[in-house]
């Protein structure tokens, strides 16, 4: 197979944002090349203590967004152990990425997530490219300097957040031209 990905574009849903605290609930990844075109996608949802579960997902966040809450709840009795999800995602870039470079790793605000992989799946970490890519550097310079906004809708489900890095990246590049 030809491994031609060269993003490997990840969201994590958790049950905060303190990476020592919080775990992971939910990941996805969708490997695409420099066009944006999609490769490959990744699943899965990571079995969390319960306990630690409603301990973390409470404040102001989780009651604004209470539906994603219970439906990342729910699905958590279905969830897989955390090292094999990472198994599995080493698999999916062992598929998809070239093994003799490391992967570069894209997202919103990626160095949050990437805490929580270096947290959680230090093997998979060590795959990842100590630069990555961030959408979020390309909001703030179009927000603040050109007044530009991109309307990206708020889903908290990992593919979905993928799907609009994705397209809010688009968004910015198109202006360049």
Same mark, same amino acid.
């Given at each position: ?85 990472? @198994? ?24 949050? @997530? ?64």
């Amino acid at each position: 197979m030809t491994k031609h990905a060269t993003l490997l574009w990840i969201d994590l849903e958790m049950t905060g944002l303190d990476p020592r605290e919080d775990r992971i609930l939910e990941v996805a990844a969708i490997a695409t090349d420099w066009e944006f075109n999609e490769i490959a996608r990744y699943e899965a949802v990571t079995r969390v203590d319960t306990e630690l579960m409603n301990q973390r997902m409470v404040g102001q966040f989780w009651e604004t967004f209470s539906d994603v809450r219970d439906q990342l709840m729910e699905q958590n009795e279905n969830g897989k152990d955390v090292l094999a999800v990472e @198994d599995e995602l080493l698999t999916f870039v062992d598929e998809h990425f070239d093994s003799e470079k490391p992967v570069l790793l894209a997202g919103n605000s990626i160095h949050q @997530d990437r805490k929580f992989i270096e947290n959680e799946w230090p093997r998979l970490n060590a795959k990842l490219h100590y630069r990555m890519l961030d959408v979020s550097a390309w909001k703030v310079v179009f927000e603040g300097k050109y007044k530009k906004k991109f309307a990206k809708p708020e889903a908290h489900r990992a593919i979905e957040d993928i799907q609009g890095s994705i397209e809010e990246l688009k968004y910015y590049l198109a202006k360049l031209k």
